[in-house]
């Protein structure tokens, strides 16, 4: 996560491990059965790894709902053959302005909030996040260090001084 005074950067990497999973993606989305995926079948299978990556990501910029918007998807090995058990893997950037600064927030200062949530099946996602041209002063989980928090999971709140 890349926090600014602009708003917030999110990036999402998933991973199929590479075995049977992988391989029955890749089979499955070989619509025409030819045993490779074509430029619009990969299209496919990497708009369905990017739903997947994001499906439960949310992001609450102080105290409301952000809207999320995808700025960029990349995916890793889809062109193996639709027989390739590899790794499937994708990279998805999703951001979201601050809302507009209330009166105290502007006359007096006070800390911008974000709660950033995302669960897998293991029940917590590890992030990191940065602060370009801020401070983070609070941190729910994870080590805080100026302008960085390590080691954090989801459900992750932060306070930022922009």
Same mark, same amino acid.
């Given at each position: 996560?890349?926090?600014?005074?602009?708003?917030?950067?999110?990036?999402?990497?998933?991973?199929?491990?590479?075995?049977?999973?992988?391989?029955?993606?890749?089979?499955?989305?070989?619509?025409?059965?030819?045993?490779?995926?074509?430029? +619009?079948?990969? &299209? =496919? $299978?990497?708009?369905?790894?990017? /739903?997947?990556?994001? *499906?439960?990501?949310?992001?609450?910029? @102080? +105290?409301?709902? &952000? =809207? $999320?918007?995808?700025?960029?998807? /990349?995916?890793?090995? *889809?062109?193996?053959?639709?027989?390739? @058990?590899?790794?499937? &893997?994708?990279?998805?950037e999703l951001s979201a302005p601050w809302p507009p600064a209330g009166f105290w927030r502007r006359v007096f200062g006070t800390a911008r909030r974000l709660e950033l949530d995302d669960v897998d099946e293991t029940g917590h996602v590890p992030v990191t996040a940065e602060c370009i041209g801020c401070r983070v002063s609070?941190?729910?989980?994870?080590?805080?260090?100026?302008?960085?928090?390590?080691?954090?999971?989801?459900?992750?709140?932060?306070?930022?001084?922009?």
């Amino acid at each position: 996560m890349r926090i600014s005074r602009e708003g917030v950067s999110l990036l999402v990497d998933f991973e199929i491990a590479a075995g049977e999973r992988a391989q029955s993606l890749r089979l499955a989305f070989d619509r025409n059965h030819d045993g490779r995926l074509d430029p +619009g079948e990969q &299209a =496919a $299978l990497l708009e369905n790894l990017a /739903r997947t990556a994001t *499906l439960r990501t949310q992001l609450f910029l @102080d +105290g409301g709902a &952000a =809207a $999320l918007e995808r700025r960029s998807v /990349r995916g890793e090995k *889809l062109d193996q053959p639709a027989s390739s @058990d590899a790794l499937l &893997a994708v990279r998805v950037e999703l951001s979201a302005p601050w809302p507009p600064a209330g009166f105290w927030r502007r006359v007096f200062g006070t800390a911008r909030r974000l709660e950033l949530d995302d669960v897998d099946e293991t029940g917590h996602v590890p992030v990191t996040a940065e602060c370009i041209g801020c401070r983070v002063s609070e941190a729910s989980s994870g080590v805080a260090d100026g302008n960085l928090v390590r080691g954090a999971n989801t459900p992750l709140s932060l306070a930022v001084q922009l």
